[in-house]
């Protein structure tokens, strides 16, 4: 384990529950190339096979991802270090929110024999990856997305960095604060629907665009078309196109939705997968809940717009 060359992410589930993105940076420093098949080991020697692909210009961790996710049970702000070997195994460690190390719970129990790491490397021989610079035929537009989702996931990384470090328990817990959905329900003040839905806000950038968590459609095996009709309190429709990048995440245009019903940095929204009779596919249906609207008449609000 000589020159081993590191990387640390902070697992966030809303972008790292699919799949995982490695650093550029880190990949910048590595020797050589990346297998496009790797195993993640931890210290009892257990290991994970996960696959390496290429999703425009970045390296991710992807099949067999999820898997491992499940077996770590890893949870928002667990602090993921990786150590790699220059050949195809990853060794990590898996910090929690206490700064203390996590022990697994479950493992795929493989262990790799001077042998099969030969077979291995025959497999993975001609079948490596490399990040370049992007193809000219990448779209402007795509690379612009993922280079704005790049600074949001290490602004929002940075941020929960700093939270870990920080000893003082108030000041942390204000750092890593999550919009919870289920807040909004604790008082009554809002009925929680029966159909698929999830709790959306405007977001400091992408402002004009609605996400959709990846694990809402998978879930409920969500099938969106092309162009999804929105519908608001009043019944009246928007045509939203659906945007799927190649890692699974999906957003909606809502810009006119917001203008025309003059939504706040700090009101929520409760969108809704409906398909009723006489409809063909499903549409989404917000109700929007203005700021504190879900709280109980008296309820000390101080604190809701210092939390976001």
């Not at 996710?69 to 990590?92: A, I, K, M, N």
């Not at 790799?112 to 035929?137: C, M, T």
């Not at 839905?197 to 977001?203: G, Q």
């Not at 019903?261 to 409906?274: A, I």
Request: charged fraction near 35%; aromatic fraction near 10%; proline fraction near 3%.
């Amino acid at each position: 384990m000589e020159d081993l060359c590191s990387f640390f992410k902070v697992f966030m589930p809303s972008y790292s529950s699919e799949s995982l993105r490695i650093p550029l940076a880190f990949v910048g420093h590595v020797k050589g190339r990346i297998p496009d098949k790797v195993f993640l080991r931890n210290r009892h020697g257990k290991l994970w096979p996960v696959q390496v692909t290429k999703v425009g210009n970045h390296l991710n961790f992807s099949d067999g991802w999820v898997k491992f996710v499940d077996d770590s049970s890893l949870e928002f702000g667990d602090f993921l270090v990786f150590d790699y070997d220059g050949t195809d195994v990853f060794h990590f460690k898996i910090y929690g929110r206490t700064g203390c190390e996590k022990e697994l719970i479950g493992s795929s129990h493989l262990t790799v024999n001077n042998e099969e790491q030969e077979e291995v490397e025959e497999e993975e021989e001609g079948g490596h990856l490399e990040v370049e610079e992007a193809e000219d035929d990448l779209e402007v537009e795509e690379c612009r997305e993922e280079n704005e989702f790049a600074v949001e996931e290490q602004e929002l990384e940075a941020t929960t960095l700093r939270s870990l470090l920080d000893l003082d328990g108030s000041k942390r817990k204000a750092a890593v604060k999550v919009e919870d959905d289920d807040d909004i329900f604790e008082y009554g003040m809002v009925a929680r629907p029966k159909n698929p839905y999830f709790v959306a806000k405007l977001r400091e950038k992408r402002r004009n665009e609605l996400y959709v968590p990846v694990d809402v459609i998978k879930d409920h095996r969500l099938k969106l078309p092309e162009n999804l009709i929105l519908l608001d309190e009043e019944g009246r429709e928007w045509s939203s196109k659906v945007h799927m990048w190649k890692d699974g995440r999906t957003w909606l245009g809502w810009r006119a939705f917001c203008k025309w019903n003059n939504l706040k940095r700090e009101d929520l929204c409760l969108c809704e997968f409906v398909h009723e009779e006489g409809r063909q596919e499903i549409y989404l249906k917000l109700n929007i809940l203005r700021e504190g609207s879900w709280l109980p008449k008296g309820e000390n609000q101080t604190d809701l717009g210092q939390s976001s």
